[in-house]
């Protein structure tokens, strides 16, 4: 596609139950970022693809966040029992290489109850 | 370890006076530095950056930025505000010797009067 593709873009979900982001980078970028952007906390660097090479997961806020990257291309970020802490907006960005531009999608809006 | 400073949480301008978003920085070694624009709801856009050569970066929508070692600085500018320049702008930086995390700052609020 023409640019990074997230879904859902809007989520709301109960207190405890897990939840599924999907991210679309642009075709060919091999580098792929995701981000979490809370009220009042600026843009949290969560974790980072690039190729095969083992994913740099040191931003992760806790065991119940994981991510993973099938075929080198979409990546999905999972968190199990979600709490209310875990509303954000979830940025995923893509780029060509590393020290490239990074490009980011709109967001998924994630609110739990 | 690498940051960036945003000094002003907020900027009010009338439309057609100058704009200017302050943006300072620390890495170990030299910096890749860039500016994003963030709309109500939406992603962030990638508005310009500076990786080597000429001090004056230009980039979409008539902004500028001016890369400055002596004073880390990394300022994003525009000689004539629009209302539709109304948005949270980020600077981020990369530190070439960790090239692929982007730190940004915290955001400054631009609000252009008419």
């Known amino acids: 596609g023409a640019g990074v593709s997230q879904s859902p873009s809007n989520k709301v979900t109960e207190k405890g139950k897990d939840v599924e982001l999907r991210c679309d980078p642009i075709?060919?970028?091999?580098?792929l970022y995701w981000y979490r952007q809370s009220l009042g906390q600026g843009l949290e660097f969560l974790i980072y693809?690039?190729?095969?090479?083992?994913?740099?997961k040191s931003g992760l806020p806790s065991d119940r966040f994981s991510a993973e990257r099938t075929g080198g291309s979409v990546s999905t970020l999972t968190i199990q029992r979600t709490q209310q802490e875990d509303s954000a907006v979830y940025l995923c960005?893509?780029?060509?290489?590393?020290?490239?531009?990074?490009?980011f999608g709109e967001g998924s809006w994630l609110t739990v109850v | 370890a690498q940051s960036v400073a945003q000094p002003e949480d907020q900027v009010n301008v009338a439309e057609g006076n100058p704009l200017t978003v302050k943006c300072t920085y620390s890495?170990?070694?030299?910096?890749?530095l860039f500016w994003y624009v963030q709309y109500p709801n939406r992603g962030l856009q990638f508005l310009l950056k500076?990786?080597?050569?000429?001090?004056l970066v230009k980039g979409s929508y008539g902004f500028e930025a001016e890369f400055n070692k002596s004073q880390t600085s990394f300022h994003l500018k525009k000689p004539s505000a629009l209302v539709s320049d109304s948005a949270l702008y980020f600077c981020?930086?990369?530190?070439?010797?960790?090239?692929?995390?982007?730190?940004f700052g915290a955001g400054t609020t631009v609000t252009v009067r008419a």
């Open positions: 500076y990786i080597t050569g000429d001090n």
């Open positions: 981020a930086v990369r530190d070439v010797k960790n090239d692929y995390k982007l730190s």
């Open positions: 075709s060919g970028h091999t580098a």
């Open positions: 693809f690039q190729g095969n090479s083992a994913p740099d």
């Open positions: 960005a893509s780029s060509l290489q590393e020290g490239n531009t990074i490009y």
């Open positions: 890495v170990s070694g030299n910096p890749y």
